[in-house]
């Protein structure tokens, strides 16, 4: 078992949640614990292979829930291997594995519970404004990821990012103001572009962004155009040089305007740093379970939601 933690200090840094917040957050993992368990338990009485109530058998190496909470907030914090997490837990590597994969989703529900998890999908137009009618700005950028070098060429080929000389996958963040993260898009690979991955949760022929002020980078040209809405904010760019046109300067009025979207626009790389204290989002992904590259970064972001409350 890791050393006993100390001080709040020490909480943020193995587990990335204050030492104030974490009575709340248990007792909602206490209960999504507590349904997950009834609920396997009802399948198994319904298929005639479980007769042991709830609770019964074996005792495993955490036995408490504090212990559950700590074991899975500590691996998406430091984000060890299984072989490191398992000698510091006292169980062997493919324990820990299990483990993992049995309580993310455990972690993911109580997280759902407690009303933190950003969206993952609007299926309508009315969907959409339905979640951001509360708001009166909605910032959107893109956020990418180091991923483990695939062995297959086509899946090389697919995840390697120009920008970043590297294997990433990326997701559309939509947040506000106040840092608050009210969506987040689905995986995509890192050859993926910004603005393709845009259109393709939220496409144009739609009015998606019409009654709402959204703030956006210089990675969407073309946003203005396609999209409708007369409140769609983009910076600037700098014109292209030519004998024609041989000095390529913002005049000084959009140099105002640019800042002054900075200053808005800030916000969302702050909400997208706070997801990123979690090292399993930082380090290069070498898990290799289907979608859970995706469901790490949604708990990142409800864990994140939920600290500014």
Not at 89 to 104: P, T
Not at 190 to 199: I, S
Request: aromatic share 10%.
């Amino acid at each position: 078992m890791i050393p006993e933690i100390r001080d709040d200090r020490q909480q943020r840094a193995l587990t990335g949640v204050p030492t104030e917040k974490l009575p709340t957050l248990e007792a909602a993992f206490s209960l999504a614990l507590d349904d997950e368990k009834e609920r396997k338990y009802r399948a198994g009485v319904a298929a005639g292979k479980r007769q042991r109530k709830p609770g019964a058998g074996q005792k495993g190496k955490l036995p408490s829930v504090q212990e559950k909470l700590t074991f899975v907030l500590y691996y998406l914090k430091v984000y060890p291997t299984y072989d490191v997490i398992g000698a510091q837990f006292g169980m062997n590597r493919s324990k820990a594995c299990e483990n993992i994969h049995a309580l993310l989703p455990i972690l993911y529900k109580a997280l759902n519970n407690l009303g933190v998890l950003p969206a993952r999908e609007f299926k309508t137009v009315e969907e959409f404004r339905a979640a951001c009618d509360w708001m009166d700005e909605l910032l959107i950028d893109a956020t990418e990821r180091p991923h483990g070098r695939p062995q297959d060429n086509g899946k090389q080929l697919d995840l390697y990012s120009g920008k970043k000389k590297r294997h990433t996958v990326k997701n559309t963040i939509m947040a506000t103001v106040t840092k608050w993260i009210v969506f987040v898009g689905a995986t995509f690979s890192g050859h993926e572009h910004d603005y393709n991955m845009l259109k393709n949760e939220f496409p144009p022929e739609y009015p998606w962004f019409e009654k709402i002020r959204t703030f956006v980078d210089l990675g969407y040209q073309g946003i203005q155009r396609d999209y409708k809405g007369e409140n769609i904010e983009i910076p600037h760019k700098k014109p292209r040089k030519s004998k024609n046109n041989p000095k390529t300067e913002l005049s000084a009025g959009q140099k105002l305007e640019n800042q002054s979207l900075s200053r808005v626009r800030i916000f969302v790389e702050n909400a997208i740093a706070g997801i990123k204290r979690f090292n399993i989002l930082m380090h290069a992904f070498r898990n290799r379970k289907i979608n859970m590259e995706d469901d790490v970064i949604a708990i990142s972001a409800g864990l994140w939601n939920f600290l500014l409350l």
